[in-house]
């Protein structure tokens, strides 16, 4: 009989003691918001509601930009998607990112296998303290979807993903470019976006972090019927109704998440984040349907281009009575600030090798200012002998003022004043020769330090 008291003591102990520690779970869940980070690939800036674009319909992201603070003016640090990617992950500029990777390749090159040495780099993200992982130190549990070039989730430090990886029998056959780029990672919106529900389900009592990076509006331009219908009989261009339609349908996406995300009770404590991975240009007259390098790339001042807006991004920060909502401010922004921001938000240290700082005291107002100037360099620009374009050696520059852009392969230059010419249309480097040799000066002492941190 005793021993019935006894065993009857320690399981009603037992089970109070997990229901405490149930409670302290979900107490600590409440005091750390989930992250969302919301990717648009080949996304151009202009090309939503909120940023004046009456033509294109976006009305979830809209409604998220109206509850929370908008960047108008962000910039990824490169002209096409990876490098942005590998910044968002890592807090760092592409370039010091490829520096890195050259030196824990030197350094671990003895003891690597043949095969491991060929795909070093498609695994070398593996070797960073990435976002996801440094967010585990909270507690975090991440998900990863939608576009991802670092051949599967692990590498980024995901604990669940869509990205599986590939083999050496892909290389080579119809569909291994889109294995490349995210493969299953790519169905995100366009097919599915169970793989996304079935974890938050999983997740209901820790905070969680999620990258959502549909491979939308990115070609190909195939939305089904019933967003092209919006723009079928609007005065535009076919390439512009097609291109549209997939912005809309992207913008679905983000709706349909955070419709799930309410229904779950999810909505209310998660931070919201939204950036490009590069530019694009597709205004409503332009046709580019019989110019494939364009079709896939957007117009001249798209992407694998040297122009503002091939770099331009909005950069968005929503969370529910903790973030200001709709407000718009014109500091300049690089994407390398956004997880720096997060984990300023979430209550982490930054790391000490980030590029990127925080911005969580601009946006709440507590501090004015933001980057006075951001510099940025490109290594890949536009063929009409490759789609993939050529290898080049470009840099380029914005103040609040100006746009600078500087191809050291061609020795061409261009210089935009970004108040009255945001399109850049003009080139007024004939004009302003003392100005563009600043410019050149500050981007040769940027070029410095990269070197010199390349030789410690």
Not at 218 to 238: I, N, Q
Not at 304 to 312: A, K, P, V, Y
Request: glycine share 8%; net charge negative.
């Amino acid at each position: 009989m005793r021993k019935k008291i006894v065993f009857g003591l320690v399981l009603v102990c037992t089970i109070l003691s997990c229901k405490k520690e149930r409670k302290e779970d979900i107490a600590q869940k409440r005091e750390k918001p989930n992250i969302v980070m919301i990717v648009g690939d080949d996304q151009g800036y202009p090309y939503f509601g909120f940023m004046g674009a009456d033509y294109v319909q976006t009305p979830h992201m809209d409604k998220l930009a109206q509850g929370g603070t908008l960047f108008k003016n962000g910039y990824v640090p490169d002209n096409h998607c990876r490098p942005s990617l590998q910044t968002l992950m890592t807090g760092t500029l592409p370039i010091d990112y490829n520096i890195e990777v050259d030196s824990k390749f030197k350094a671990m090159k003895s003891g690597l296998t043949d095969e491991e040495i060929v795909n070093f780099r498609f695994h070398a993200m593996k070797h960073f303290s990435t976002l996801p992982k440094i967010l585990a130190k909270k507690g975090y549990r991440s998900f990863q979807g939608g576009k991802w070039w670092e051949f599967n989730f692990q590498n980024g430090g995901f604990d669940e993903g869509m990205t599986k990886g590939w083999s050496k029998e892909d290389e080579g056959k119809n569909d291994w470019f889109l294995k490349f780029m995210g493969g299953e990672g790519t169905a995100l919106a366009r097919a599915t976006m169970q793989p996304v529900y079935d974890f938050v389900e999983a997740n209901k009592d820790v905070p969680f972090f999620i990258w959502f990076a549909p491979e939308l509006p990115h070609y190909p331009f195939d939305a089904p019927e019933k967003y092209y219908d919006l723009y079928r009989d609007k005065d535009m261009t076919e390439s512009a109704k097609r291109y549209y339609a997939n912005c809309t349908w992207f913008d679905d996406g983000v709706g349909e998440l955070m419709h799930y995300l309410k229904e779950k009770g999810e909505f209310d404590n998660t931070i919201f984040v939204y950036v490009n991975d590069n530019g694009w240009e597709q205004e409503p007259h332009q046709e580019f349907r019989n110019d494939s390098l364009r079709w896939h790339n957007g117009g001249d001042k798209g992407k694998l281009s040297i122009f503002d807006q091939s770099f331009r991004t909005p950069i968005l920060f929503s969370w529910k009575e903790k973030i200001p909502s709709n407000t718009e401010n014109g500091s300049l922004m690089h994407s390398a600030d956004i997880p720096a921001t997060l984990l300023d938000y979430v209550g982490t240290e930054i790391p000490k090798d980030y590029f990127g700082k925080s911005y969580k005291n601009l946006i709440s107002k507590k501090q004015l200012g933001g980057r006075d100037i951001i510099i940025g360099n490109v290594t890949q620009m536009r063929s009409e002998e490759d789609m993939m374009g050529k290898n080049i050696e470009g840099y380029w520059l914005r103040t609040k003022k100006w746009f600078f852009k500087w191809n050291k392969t061609t020795n061409t230059i261009g210089l935009f004043d970004m108040a009255q010419d945001p399109k850049n249309d003009k080139d007024l480097s004939t004009e302003n020769d003392e100005l563009v040799k600043e410019f050149q000066q500050e981007i040769n002492q940027w070029i410095s330090k990269r070197e010199l941190k390349n030789q410690l």
